[in-house]
């Protein structure tokens, strides 16, 4: 019955990016913080509201350069979301401070504002909450308690470019905010990131350590006279080259026809989902939209979750598990505990959701999904008679 395959994830890259990496090509200057990077930056800047833009070569390198830029250092609490890719948390690690897993509300995954308020002691110094597969998170009360409380508060938009909170897009619902263009996330290159900031020294000090500590190499080769920086710091190379620079650029141009597919594609998937048993489809609050990285569902307690993954790759269908309850990873075990977010982690499953997709692509992924459910539950009545 194999008929192609229908990926988790497909990126939208085409003829236009493709000639604007020959443009990059041609230009003579590859690497990073050369023009493309700096017109990126500009358009973030603009399209975001931001006083300050760093394209940096991942959301990884922009939540540590953000923290680091912040002054985060040993000693130092910083509570954040439990239910994602642990991204936020290793950037806590990476400058010597410790995460503080918050977690989440049930409904939509996002940090729960309660669970936040709760955790802050004598050493939090600021909170990363995450805007969860797309969806942002509760922001209004977010920003009063940090405010309130004279901490940070950094967004984690790495899934989320395109959805808005309260009429406000994602990427400027926090002073701080980090953006990923990884292939798995709605606009790509491949790998890359960006910093965001209202701050603009904030944003100077990133820029300087994502680039070993010393700026631009090529704005330093375009002027006349034979300027020598002087290293001052030992910064680390996070830089986006250009040709990746050039793409995400192309990349942001689409952003509305990307996300009106995703929208329409999620749309698709409530409807034919509404009276199949068994799972539960992703819930959007009002005052918020989604950007749709991921369509995300939750398993009824009954269903053997790896089962139903199991039969749906071998129908051809991508599927995955979603985001991570951090404090369950090896690495962070002994933490808070989250109950919220290890039941998403243990219950959650992800279908296929691109640009890409077919209206016949979402009848055929719910057809098989109805169809592995049904077989599931036909072996729990079976057993169930049997032993009765
Ligand atoms: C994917 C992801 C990241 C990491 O992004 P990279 O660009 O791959 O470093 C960080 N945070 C969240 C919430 C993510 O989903």
Redesign the pocket.
């Known amino acids: 019955m194999t008929t192609t395959a229908i990926p988790v994830v497909h990126a939208s890259l085409g003829e236009a990016e493709l000639e604007a990496v020959a443009r990059v090509f041609a230009s003579g200057w590859p690497a990073g913080q050369g023009p493309e990077g700096g017109a990126l930056e500009n358009e973030l800047r603009h399209a975001l509201g931001a006083a300050e833009a760093v394209a940096l070569s ?6 540590h350069m953000a923290l680091s830029a912040l002054g985060v250092g040993a000693g130092d609490e910083v509570i954040v979301a439990d239910y ?2 642990p ?2 948390a290793h950037a806590v690690r990476y400058v010597g401070a410790t995460p503080v897993f918050a977690d989440v509300l049930p409904e939509t995954g996002t940090v729960d504002p309660a669970a936040v308020e709760s955790l802050i002691g004598p050493r939090t110094v600021g909170v990363i909450a ?4 797309g969806l942002p998170a509760d922001y209004a009360e977010l920003g009063r308690l940090t405010d309130q409380n004279g901490l940070f508060l950094v967004e ?1 938009a ?2 989320a470019l395109g959805a808005t909170y309260q009429g406000q897009p994602a990427g400027r619902l926090a002073p701080v905010a ?1 953006l ?3 292939g ?2 709605g606009i790509s290159y491949g ?3 960006a910093l965001l900031t209202q701050d603009a020294d904030l944003g100077a000090r990133a820029r300087r350590r994502s680039s070993f500590g010393i700026g631009s190499i090529f704005e330093q080769s375009s002027v006349i006279g034979l300027p020598i920086p002087d290293f001052e710091e030992a910064g680390y190379n996070y830089k986006l080259s250009d040709i990746a620079a050039a793409i995400v650029r192309v990349q942001l141009t689409r952003i509305s026809e990307l996300h009106a597919r995703r929208a329409e594609v999620a749309r698709a998937y409530d409807a034919l989902l509404a009276d199949v048993d068994g799972v539960r489809g992703p819930t959007v609050p009002t005052d918020r939209t989604h950007a749709w ?1 991921s369509y995300l569902l939750t398993v009824d307690d009954d269903v053997d979750r790896a089962e139903l993954a199991a039969d749906l790759r071998s129908a051809g269908i991508g599927c995955g598990h979603g ?1 991570w309850a951090t404090h369950l990873q090896s690495m962070y075990r002994g933490g808070e505990a989250c109950p919220a977010s290890a039941e998403l982690f243990r219950r959650s499953l992800t279908l296929p959701m691109h640009a890409e997709l077919t209206s016949q692509d979402v009848t055929r992924v719910v057809a098989a999904l109805r169809e592995a459910l049904d077989t599931q539950a036909r072996a729990r009545r079976a057993v169930g008679g049997g032993a009765r």
């Open positions: 991942s959301c990884g390198a922009a939540l994602t890719f991204a936020p995450v805007d969860t597969l984690d790495a899934c980090c990923s263009f990884h798995r996330k790998e890359g990131g990285q985001a």
